[in-house]
């Protein structure tokens, strides 16, 4: 099989071990939470109904006052039609600034890697993508 093997399982237990440890995890979520705070402070400054989500080391900015308290409420926010435009239209900013997002359902994670720096980057760049469509978001 393709995971089934011994070397599957060395790699698995030397990143379990070497590279995903408490500390990296608690450090990872811990740039979370900065990234949260920054989004959050971002929003609330440009008056936006829109609520900040932190799942450890994953931020998600939901384009509702408040958070959904459900899955099926959050995918009800992420299948509307002038969310996923925004969505869109943040990812195609984001990119060409050298920001990628690895997932479009999702916001943006903190890895084991991931540096204060990369943190400030990103809420420079969200700044920036606000200025651009909070008009837009307002008149609508």
């Given at each position: 099989?393709?995971?089934?093997?011994?070397?599957?399982?060395?790699?698995?237990?030397?990143?379990?071990?070497?590279?995903?440890?408490?500390?990296?995890?608690?450090?990872?979520?811990?740039?979370?939470?900065?990234?949260?705070?920054?989004?959050?402070?971002?929003?609330?400054?440009?008056?936006?109904?829109?609520?900040?989500?932190?799942?450890?080391?994953?931020?998600?900015?939901?384009?509702?006052?408040?958070?959904?308290?459900?899955?099926?409420?959050?995918?009800?926010?992420?299948?509307?039609?002038?969310?996923?435009?925004?969505?869109?239209?943040?990812?195609?900013?984001?990119?060409?600034?050298?920001?990628?997002?690895?997932?479009?359902?999702?916001?943006?994670?903190?890895?084991?890697?991931?540096?204060?720096a990369e943190v400030e980057l990103y809420l420079e760049v969200y700044a920036q993508f606000l200025?651009?469509?909070?008009?837009?978001?307002?008149?609508?």
């Amino acid at each position: 099989t393709l995971y089934g093997n011994a070397l599957s399982l060395a790699s698995a237990r030397a990143a379990l071990s070497h590279v995903m440890t408490a500390r990296a995890c608690a450090a990872s979520s811990l740039l979370g939470g900065r990234l949260a705070e920054g989004l959050r402070g971002l929003i609330a400054a440009k008056k936006l109904p829109w609520s900040v989500v932190q799942m450890y080391p994953r931020v998600d900015v939901f384009f509702l006052e408040s958070a959904p308290t459900s899955g099926y409420a959050a995918l009800e926010e992420r299948e509307d039609t002038d969310n996923k435009r925004l969505r869109a239209l943040q990812r195609a900013f984001f990119a060409n600034r050298g920001i990628f997002e690895a997932i479009d359902s999702a916001g943006p994670c903190c890895s084991f890697v991931s540096t204060e720096a990369e943190v400030e980057l990103y809420l420079e760049v969200y700044a920036q993508f606000l200025e651009v469509v909070t008009p837009l978001v307002l008149a609508s």
